[in-house]
């Protein structure tokens, strides 16, 4: 395209992405690069006096963590606003490539985020969007691009939306598992749980802290959930706040270590006990608060109280009592589903299906009586050549006691689905005639999933009750998120337990 100059002073350069909205240009009065982003055409007099205490706001905004707002300009009846020029990637293909994170580092993104938000809030601008997709990141450094005018009304989150988001984006970061709106509560505190509990952490403390902020931003706890941005900041920050002093305080140590030896104490031991207790005293003043009930829950799960000798008898005798009818319970269910299904209804531990292809992980867990209509497969590729083609996740840890038939193993494959994996049984085209997938929920027959989100095209099937893979991956003319391809076919008859593949536009 031919150079153009807005308001005597921006020069158009190029478009970024493809996009006819958004230009790279320079700014030849303060010769430095910007961008420019065209928002709304059709501008009335009264619309424009509307948005410009809105561009105020923006611009009056200064925090490293949200995009910087220059100038506006307006063209006859044409609304330009200029802003920083950014590099870098958006922060879900960036948990996508990273798999999992450390917790210090997950503690870090999340803090910026949150931080984010709460500076826009205290300048008035709550018009935000927190998603992943539209957040970026450039070597570890987070941009909120989409707030106050910047941000589309469909994209606007509220105060529940945002903490929620934090809360999914924490999960993810910690666990390596993408998020699922279907998951159970007690599956998703066990993987944050096994995450933290397997994570390399520097701090003793810290994998109780994040369990804690996990549990409140995703609203897994019956009270306590967070109320505001704010509230969630507060806690995140003195994690972080923390981390860093023990941080400073090690490398303190370290200068001087060779000089505390003489005292009978080895250097390593000195900075491993101040580093833990000034944490925790920093903890204890700046989190106390927010830490008490956590701690309250904890403990009354754990520490016994002081009762009476006849209050201990009465417990053992009921104890006796229901663990004898818990086992005769669990003695004839298990009997009766071993009778109708060989071994499926049988208590075994978990197999390790790490590194495993498609084929052997299910010889090995029909060997174990895993029935095939209770795996799902997740087609998710990485970076990680060795695995290529192999299983490196699955939702039930190895030596975990399960009863199989009962619990859905979610086995995830590095790599995408060909004619000859397992899901690839079907090789129906994509026909159909219901885009929305509104029309075809018969029992029997395999319903239209096009166009609908991948939580929903997982629940449709669950409903019906057939096995289902999916893989993300662009494709297709449907928006990001939604279905583009499934196979088989919309309107082909498959019986209960049946697979269905379905695609999901990245």
């Not at 995009?67 to 958006?90: C, I, Q, R």
């Not at 826009?120 to 070597?139: C, F, H, M, Q, R």
């Not at 970061?173 to 397997?198: I, K, Y």
Request: aromatic letters at 6%; glycine letters at 10%.
């Amino acid at each position: 395209m031919n150079e153009r100059i807005l308001a005597g002073r921006y020069r158009l350069q190029e478009a970024v992405g493809g996009r006819s909205d958004l230009w790279r240009a320079h700014d030849e009065a303060l010769g430095r690069q910007v961008a420019v982003k065209r928002l709304a055409a059709g501008v009335t007099e009264d619309r424009r006096r509307q948005l410009e205490p809105e561009i105020a706001k923006a611009a009056g905004l200064h925090d490293p963590h949200l995009l910087a707002v220059y100038d506006a300009v307006w063209e006859e009846d044409v609304f330009y606003l200029v802003t920083e020029d950014l590099e870098g990637d958006s922060l879900a293909r960036y948990v996508r490539d990273q798999s999992k994170v450390e917790p210090e580092r997950a503690v870090d993104l999340i803090c910026q985020l949150a931080g984010a938000v709460v500076q826009a809030e205290k300048n008035g601008v709550y018009e935000l969007s927190i998603d992943p997709k539209t957040v970026l990141i450039d070597e570890g450094y987070l941009k909120v691009i989409e707030y106050g005018p910047l941000a589309t009304a469909s994209r606007a989150q509220s105060t529940r939306e945002q903490i929620h988001t934090v809360g999914v984006l924490l999960y993810e970061l910690l666990t390596g598992n993408g998020w699922s709106d279907l998951a159970p509560t007690r599956q998703v505190v066990q993987d944050v749980h096994q995450a933290l509990a397997a994570a390399q952490v520097h701090h003793s403390w810290l994998p109780e802290r994040m369990e804690s902020i996990a549990h409140r931003a995703l609203g897994l706890l019956a009270e306590g959930g967070y109320q505001s941005m704010q509230e969630l900041h507060k806690d995140v920050k003195a994690v972080r706040h923390a981390i860093g002093q023990a941080a400073d305080l090690l490398g303190e140590r370290g200068q001087t270590g060779s000089k505390a030896s003489a005292g009978g104490v080895s250097p390593v031991e000195q900075v491993r006990d101040t580093v833990l207790g000034a944490a925790q005293e920093g903890m204890a003043k700046v989190a106390q608060v927010r830490k008490m009930e956590f701690v309250k829950q904890m403990t009354e799960k754990s520490t016994p109280k002081k009762r009476s000798p006849l209050l201990y008898a009465l417990a053992a005798v009921v104890l006796v009592i229901v663990t004898g009818g818990l086992w005769w319970t669990a003695s004839g269910e298990e009997a009766t589903t071993v009778a109708h299904g060989e071994f499926q209804g049988k208590e075994v531990k978990m197999p390790n299906l790490i590194n495993k292809t498609e084929q052997q992980a299910v010889q090995i867990l029909t060997e174990n009586g895993f029935p095939q209509n209770r795996i799902q497969w997740v087609y998710k590729p990485t970076d990680e050549r060795l695995t290529e083609g192999k299983i490196y996740q699955q939702s039930v840890d190895p030596n975990t006691q399960v009863v199989t038939g009962e619990q859905m193993i979610v086995l995830t494959v590095n790599g995408t689905m060909t004619d000859g994996q397992t899901a690839g049984e079907s090789n129906g085209s994509n026909g159909g005639n219901n885009p929305n997938g509104q029309e075809s929920v018969t029992a029997g027959v395999v319903p239209d999933l096009r166009g609908m989100s991948q939580p929903d095209a997982e629940q449709m099937l669950l409903k019906l009750g057939y096995r289902y893979s999916f893989e993300i991956k662009s494709g297709g003319d449907t928006p990001a998120g939604t279905v583009y391809q499934q196979q088989p076919a919309a309107g082909s008859k498959a019986e209960q337990g049946a697979r269905v593949t379905f695609y999901v536009n990245q």
